[in-house]
């Protein structure tokens, strides 16, 4: 039923773009958003069609998204946020990534023999909870380019919370598997899987404790997440956890800011690409894989070469390396961005890459401004979502949200799903006597994965922005499409849809597509260690096509791009 109603709803905005142009009404432009849940994308659409901005538009998606893909993220989590303003040109960042709290130490993840504990045991419960900075992000983004009044960001969550959303077969399908584990989580099972039952495709989910925090915040702004009731609440569901029970106080709460940050930028062929620094590594990596790649012809070659697969394979190994040994938090340990995406450094890497055989042993090399200390944290993040939008006056948003993990710490409180996003550091504090880039340190923000992204043409407009889910793999998919709309002609639905690639150790790991069934032997006689495998992604995307922009969503998920005309002057 849901997707026939979205079904409809894509089609009635469709034929309304179409008939406005065939009666030539006066000239417009048009407003476009991608999200990977419908209710997101109509949510984001009712503001453009407000006479919102795009940035309106991203917000109320992210705390729509609060209440429809509460597995993925939402304002119990955190994101970062990349704005381009069409009136100065210019590209903003802001970093709204969950803190540590101020009880948080370099061993939190130890155990009493000073061993790391395992990862499924460090997630759920309080230990991994951090400070929330979604809506700090939302206060922040809003002051500069939102247009409609802030309550009216939150309207359709706020119903939707209230009057009850759809469960779609995909969210079905997750609680079902991870409601095995809420033995000792009473209250997300209660309003997922009731009476031990999960909830099935059609069922009717209603949150009103979240409805009501949402209505509070639309209201008194702000501080009604960060002061008072709320920080009690979560301060309490920590500490009172039937597992990692942990400190987290209200004081926390009322010092985290949403920090603004210059953007990361560098050339590939004629394109410029943006993206979010530290403690984000996804814009110095993807900017480090384009780096190593841009010497070859990958045009030439085109998406079913083998070699093409091949180098990608190479210099994603290569540049994951630099990613695990110098990336985290600049505001503790400085992070050599510059150097990371250094022409001359690059080039002397890329220089490592056979066109024709497979590297064997990856090591970090040493980029300018450099200090080797650094340890891989776990990789397991997947509670994680991007939106893409443009308004009718040209302003782009690139923002990605998450809670780490699927469901996150598994604790809920004021209706919320609570992050798990602590796991993301380093679980050692030192390796060979140097302090690991990424480990624990009170207030600190783990790295994160997240590589919201906007693409410039050669006159200095954007022509694509885009993200994804998926934890560390985030970057590969980020990558993976700016590698087809850019050298192999696609668009960016097309790019999309190629096959996911990553690694594990020394082995290359294909999502299992046709297209992949075919380049497994080749790229194994190119000496490549290859297993097909299944990767999903949550890629959204908005695309700028002769002078057009239009929207594209991933077909793996749940996702959908909406476009409808307005004709106001965003702000």
């Known amino acids: 039923m849901l997707s026939q109603i ?23 432009a048009q407003g ?5 849940d419908p209710r997101a994308s109509e949510a984001g659409l009712e503001m453009l069609e407000a006479g919102g901005s795009a940035t309106d538009a991203a917000l109320a998606m992210m705390i729509t998204l609060t209440v429809v893909e509460p597995q993925s993220s939402g304002i119990g989590g955190g994101g970062f946020f990349v704005h381009h303003d069409a009136r100065t040109a210019k590209i903003d960042t802001i970093d709204g990534r969950e803190r540590a709290p101020g009880s948080a130490t370099p061993e939190r993840f130890l155990d009493e023999q000073g061993q790391p504990i395992p990862f499924n045991n460090a997630f759920p419960g309080g230990l991994s909870v ?26 359709p969550a706020i119903k939707l919370a209230n009057e009850g959303f759809e469960v779609s077969p995909r969210f079905s399908r997750t609680v079902t598997r991870w409601s095995q584990g809420w033995q000792d989580f009473p209250d997300i099972a209660a309003l997922y899987a009731p009476d031990g039952k999960p909830v099935s495709g059609g069922d009717i989910i209603r949150n009103p404790k979240l409805a009501a925090l949402l209505t509070r915040i639309s209201i008194e702004g702000a501080p009604a997440f960060y002061y008072g009731e709320n920080p009690r609440v979560i301060s309490d569901v920590v500490a009172e956890a039937s597992r990692n029970p942990a400190q987290v106080t209200p004081l926390d709460f009322s010092q985290y800011t949403a920090t603004p940050r210059a953007a990361v930028c560098s050339q590939y062929r004629k394109y410029r690409v943006c993206g979010m620094g530290p403690p984000s590594s996804g814009a110095t990596t ?14 030439t070659m085109g998406p079913n070469s083998a070699h093409s697969w091949h180098l990608i394979a190479d210099a994603m190994r290569l540049t994951y390396a630099d990613r695990s040994i110098y990336t985290g938090d600049n505001d503790f340990a400085p992070v050599p961005v510059e150097g990371l995406i ?6 002397a890497r890329s220089a490592l890459i056979d066109a024709n055989i497979a590297l064997g042993k990856v090591e970090a090399g040493t980029p300018p401004g450099s200090s080797k200390s650094g340890k891989p944290a776990p990789i397991n993040e997947g509670g994680t979502t991007h939106f893409s939008v443009v308004d009718a006056t040209g302003n782009v948003v690139a923002m990605t949200s998450t809670i780490e993990g699927v469901f996150g710490s598994q604790l809920l409180a004021n209706g919320m799903v609570l992050n798990n996003e602590l796991t993301d550091f380093s679980f050692i504090a030192e390796e060979n006597g140097h302090p690991v ?39 590969m998919h980020v990558l993976k499409t700016l590698v087809g709309v850019i050298d192999f002609d696609l668009n960016a639905e097309e790019a999309i849809a190629l096959p996911n ?19 497994k032997p080749r790229l194994e006689q190119l000496g490549h260690s290859v297993r097909l495998g299944r990767q999903s992604s949550k890629v959204n995307a908005v695309e700028k096509i002769d002078g057009k922009w239009v929207g594209a969503a991933d077909p793996r998920s749940d996702g959908v791009a909406l476009t409808a005309p307005v004709t106001h002057e965003g702000k």
Request: charged content about 20%.
């Open 6 to 28: 979205n079904a409809v709803r894509l089609s009635l905005s469709i034929s309304l773009t179409g008939l406005l142009c065939l009666i030539a009404l006066p000239a417009f």
């Open 32 to 36: 476009v958003v991608s999200s990977a």
């Open 130 to 155: 951090g400070i929330p900075g979604n809506i700090r992000l939302m206060e922040e983004a809003h002051r500069r380019w939102g247009t409609l009044p802030w309550a009216k960001l939150f309207e």
């Open 286 to 299: 993807v900017l480090g894989i384009l780096g190593l790649l841009e010497r070859f012809d990958l045009k």
């Open 342 to 347: 250094d022409p001359d450094y690059l080039q």
């Open 437 to 475: 880039t990424n480990r624990v340190q009170a207030f600190k923000r783990p790295r994160s994965s997240m590589s919201p992204t906007i693409v410039y043409n050669e006159q200095g407009e954007p022509i694509l922005a885009l993200g994804s889910a998926g934890g560390p793999r985030i970057i």
């Open 501 to 519: 690639i990553f690694f594990d150790d020394d082995q290359i790991i294909l999502e299992d597509k046709a297209l992949s069934q075919a380049l």
